[in-house]
């Protein structure tokens, strides 16, 4: 089994198919009999691929006489991963990163293997001489090229953050993120769990920021270890984690959880009720609610009941009728860059705007299921205004039997701000950019 040829074939998937690199790493790499070194490797390489693309296109695009759009897709990704070898990873020799790339070629084009050995020593002859462009003269292009983020939104993010923080943020997305887990605190306590896996060789140490999280060091594969598979836990980001804290569900209540799946946040709720009361769990994609099932009945919960139901539409039958309503909106994912790199590529200016509409008309049928002095919460993973604050202010405005809440009483202290609401950055928290938004239905006079 080639390391090389496994990595190639995964970011063929996420180009053509527009996979996720998470995703697609693990269906690729599921059954194979592969060992640790080579997941890591594998794992390694199409990450560091993905996040540094428009660095890499750059310099080929510098050394090739060929146009870069005119390079066979397969062969820019041999590129990209030989490059990516040459200039990142330190323990491979640079000849052996160039005729590991020669070989891979000559599997799927034969005919561009000159191609690519003659660029990549090039690069090895002419590293020294590549410029990338002058910050001074082009703040924008130095660091949508330094960082592989498009230039839209580097833009963007330097309009509504300033220079600085963008370049923080940007470096923020490209770092490697924390591998987390919620302990099922239902089937387990949380020493009991941690013992359980350090007898069992794995490395674990305490959350930083919520009671019920622990963090995993160089870890692959969690979802076949023995304890996942008993329901002791479920990977979820801290700050995901927080969503469910701030919505504060307590036993015997009615929650709606309008867009829920894969289920990370239910099954958490589920978990603060203590497996007593109700969840309806919604979402659009009826081949999702499976997973959520799936999840609930591995980590023991009974209370969540699955609906596909569009949260476009309103359902007459549950006006009025949550103490708590979870609006864990469809959003851009900006946030979550340092998980699933591509997210970067694939959005468009265009698509913000039409996403916060659908975050604004969700929004505004899930909060008609909340009963009097009940709470809505809403929350993205992204970063950006006008998805966030902007989406809350646009329907506060239009909605006034709701008042925003403060949220730090619901948080670690640690995480308390001046805002009412919770803003989440990579580069900032070490967790997923997050944001999370607390409302209260007025008693009506
Ligand atoms: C951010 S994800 C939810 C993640 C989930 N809460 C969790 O913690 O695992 C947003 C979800 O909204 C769903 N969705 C998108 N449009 C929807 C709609 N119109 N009605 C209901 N669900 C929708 C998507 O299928 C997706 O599963």
């Not at 509504?160 to 887990?181: D, M, S």
Request: proline share 4%.
């Amino acid at each position: 089994m080639n390391a090389r040829k496994i990595a190639l074939d995964i970011l063929t998937d996420i180009d053509r198919n527009n996979a996720y690199s998470n995703i697609a790493l693990n269906k690729h790499l599921r059954g194979k009999a592969l060992d640790g070194r080579d997941q890591r490797f594998i794992t390694e390489l199409v990450y560091g691929t993905v996040e540094n693309k428009i660095y890499l296109d750059y310099i080929i695009g510098q050394l090739s006489k060929t146009k870069i759009d005119k390079i066979h897709p397969s062969v820019m990704s041999i590129l990209r991963l030989g490059l990516y070898q040459i200039i990142y990873l330190d323990k491979i020799p640079p000849s052996a990163a160039v005729d590991e790339s020669v070989k891979l070629t000559k599997k799927v084009q034969m005919k561009a293997s000159g191609f690519v050995n003659g660029l990549l020593r090039n690069y090895l002859r002419n590293r020294e001489n590549i410029r990338i462009p002058n910050y001074n003269e082009n703040p924008v292009a130095f660091l949508s090229v330094t960082y592989s983020h498009p230039e839209w939104l580097v833009e963007k993010w330097m309009k509504e953050f300033g220079a600085e923080f963008t370049e923080k943020l940007l470096q923020g997305n490209n770092a490697k993120p924390t591998l987390t887990a919620r302990v099922n605190t239902l089937k387990i306590e949380k020493e009991r769990l941690m013992d359980y896996l350090r007898t069992n060789h794995i490395e674990v140490t305490e959350g930083k920021y919520v009671e019920e999280a622990i963090k995993f060091e160089n870890m692959y594969g969690l979802e076949e270890l023995e304890a996942f598979q008993k329901g002791y836990f479920q990977i979820q980001d801290e700050s995901s984690m927080l969503v469910a804290h701030v919505l504060d569900p307590k036993p015997q209540e009615v929650v709606m959880d309008v867009c829920a799946a894969p289920g990370g946040k239910t099954t958490h709720i589920a978990q603060l009720m203590e497996n007593r009361g109700t969840i309806i769990a919604r979402d659009i994609h009826e081949h999702k609610l499976k997973l959520i099932d799936n999840t609930a009945k591995r980590l023991g919960i009974t209370i969540i009941k699955t609906q596909c139901y569009n949260a476009k539409e309103i359902d007459e039958t549950m006006i009025d009728k949550a103490h708590r309503v979870l609006v864990d909106a469809p959003c851009s994912g900006l946030g979550i860059i340092r998980r699933k790199p591509e997210i970067k590529y694939n959005k468009k200016p265009d698509d913000l705007k039409k996403i916060t509409d659908l975050q604004l008309e969700i929004l505004e049928n899930a909060s008609k299921y909340v009963i009097e002095n009940g709470y809505l919460v809403y929350s993205t993973c992204t970063i950006t205004n006008e998805e966030n604050i902007g989406v809350i202010e646009r329907f506060l405005s239009r909605n006034q039997s709701f008042v925003m809440v403060d949220v730090n009483p619901l948080l670690p202290e640690s995480l308390r701000g001046q805002e009412k609401y919770l803003q989440l950055y990579p580069h900032i928290d070490d967790m997923d950019g997050f944001f999370i938004c607390r409302l209260q239905k007025r008693t009506r006079p």
